[in-house]
């Protein structure tokens, strides 16, 4: 049972142009969303998060987008560039406390190619 | 500098064989975290310890045991009964700031 989906396996997108990654989750008691950046045979590097509180969160070229009712989430990226050329996955996180406390649930992942 | 060590990098073993991964911190992070991925698939979690001495099973613990015997160090035991080990392993940790966990370089084991 998927939780956390990430319906796109694979993106390519313009250099300078807006990037859109999406992500889907099913299960409500997910509060807190965040979005890792992954290369090759490499650890995954956070990138940007989101509360339940929030509909909106931004960090320079980042945005990512909450709608809770429709449980999903987006990576806007804008400007890309080929340097942001990497998998991206959504991760969610359930209420704080108790034995499910920092227990992430991944989404897929999203390739995201960005040509000159 | 603070961060996450895994080692090796790839590792390679016969069938039947156990094999343990390495994973160091020196962040002073209570929290330690085992996933592994797959070709096409997310990071599926294993096993975590939220503190010394503790820890939990996560989503795919069959085949594999952990360690917490120490705040920095959470090692991984792939024994023979992991169906189907080959696989690349990540390590993170997480401190009490954030819920941002940071990961390692990740090992990449090969079973044949």
Redesign the interface.
């Known amino acids: 049972d998927q939780q956390?989906k990430?319906n796109s396996?694979s993106l390519s997108v313009q250099e300078g142009r807006i990037s859109i990654l999406n992500c889907d989750y099913t299960n409500s008691m997910f509060d807190?969303f965040?979005w890792?950046k992954k290369y090759p045979?490499?650890?995954?590097?956070?990138l940007i998060?989101i509360s339940s509180i929030k509909d909106k969160n931004e960090d320079g070229r980042f945005t990512v987008f909450l709608n809770k009712s429709a449980k999903h989430l987006s990576l806007h990226i804008v400007p890309s560039q080929p340097g942001d050329s990497a998998v991206y996955?959504c991760?969610a996180?359930p209420s704080?406390g108790g034995?499910s406390?920092?227990?992430?649930?991944?989404?897929?992942?999203t390739i995201l190619t960005v040509h000159p | 500098d603070g961060g996450i060590t895994q080692s090796p990098k790839y590792l390679f073993r016969k069938e039947g064989q156990n094999v343990t991964l390495s994973c160091e911190q020196n962040l002073n992070h209570d929290a330690m975290y085992w996933y592994r991925q797959d070709p096409g698939q997310g990071l599926r979690l294993i096993y975590y310890s939220q503190i010394v001495n503790d820890f939990q099973k996560g989503d795919i613990a069959e085949g594999y045991s952990v360690s917490r015997e120490k705040k920095e160090s959470f090692p991984l035991t792939v024994t023979s009964a992991q169906k189907n080990p080959t696989a690349f392993y990540l390590c993170a940790s997480m401190g009490t700031s954030s819920y941002e966990q940071y990961f390692g370089p990740g090992t990449r084991l090969t079973v044949t």
């Open positions: 956390v990430q396996p807190y965040l890792y045979a490499e650890g995954p590097t956070f998060s996955f991760a996180l704080a034995t406390y920092g227990k992430l649930t991944f989404g897929q992942g």
